[in-house]
């Protein structure tokens, strides 16, 4: 990752464009602690600029001031993992979930990966052969092979990514109509909610935004999680992460 961050700066300081400030937002890092500032060092030797003049985030920071930009709120995030984030007036950060795929990350990619993965072998366990279905095909396709060798060599290769791209093979099946898969996709959108009842038991009620490449896979998602925490005003927000951390920095020039 850090030869990523050095190939980048070196690629945006040859385009010639003048650098004043950056702001970076790296998935999983603790802003603040050591990884974030021996980041911030390193871009700001890259990329020319006054070490003053980084700042580095977690990705979650970035989307929650994107899709809040003027007054506090709830964003839940759901990608690989999931999170819900507040930042309250003084600038308090309060967090339901993100614990990891090993803990919980309830109806993040993984989790629906996972469950999509796991209804297809137990009821492989049943008959001895995988299940017919839109499901299981779509899952198999994914994975490239149709037998237990096959799946567990892509389940446990690269284990995190790999089950979390199966999500796309749930959302396939559930628009062709796989009642399985579309429960899947239900439950996952009930399980972010409970991140923000979580996180408003807390904060206190506030509007609610759900963001993600998990969260858009399928109009179940959203539609599941609005219902969970009606009458709560929710929407569905579209982030362009690069954009908002680029008004991040200019708004701190």
């Known amino acids: 990752a850090i030869d990523t961050l050095r190939t980048l700066c070196a690629d945006i ?60 709120g709830i964003l839940v995030h759901a990608g690989t993992g999931s999170v819900a984030l507040h930042v309250a007036d003084d600038g308090i950060r309060s967090r339901a979930g993100g614990h990891g795929h090993a803990i919980d990350d309830a109806g ?11 209804w297809m072998l137990r009821q492989a366990d049943k008959t001895g052969e995988m299940p017919p279905g839109a499901l299981a095909d779509a899952l198999l396709a994914r994975i490239g092979g149709r037998d237990w060798p096959a799946v567990r060599a892509y389940a446990y290769t690269d284990t995190r990514r790999h089950i979390a791209l199966l999500a796309l093979a749930v959302a396939e099946a559930a628009m ?78």
Do not use: N, W
């Not at 003049?53 to 990705?59: E, Q």
């Not at 993040?108 to 796991?118: E, T, V, Y």
């Not at 609610?208 to 959203?222: D, M, Q, T, Y």
């Open 108 to 118: 993040s990619g993984f989790a629906i990966g996972q469950q999509g993965l796991r």
């Open 13 to 72: 300081r040859a385009g010639g464009a003048p650098i004043v400030s950056a702001v970076a937002g790296i998935t999983g890092l603790s802003p603040g602690g050591p990884e974030a500032a021996a980041i911030g060092a390193m871009l700001a030797a890259g990329l020319g600029v006054a070490p003053v003049r980084v700042a580095v985030l977690d990705d979650i920071a970035i989307a929650y001031r994107a899709a809040f930009p003027d007054s506090p």
């Open 176 to 253: 062709a109509g796989d009642t399985v898969a579309k429960r899947i996709l239900r439950e996952a959108g009930t399980a972010l909610a409970s991140l923000v009842e979580a996180l408003a038991g807390r904060v206190g009620p506030h509007p609610v935004a759900l963001s993600g490449r998990a969260a858009g896979l399928h109009p179940l998602i959203f539609e599941s999680f609005e219902k969970a925490l009606a009458p709560a005003a929710c929407r569905l927000f579209d982030l362009d992460a690069a954009d908002a951390a680029a008004r991040m920095a200019l708004a701190a020039d």
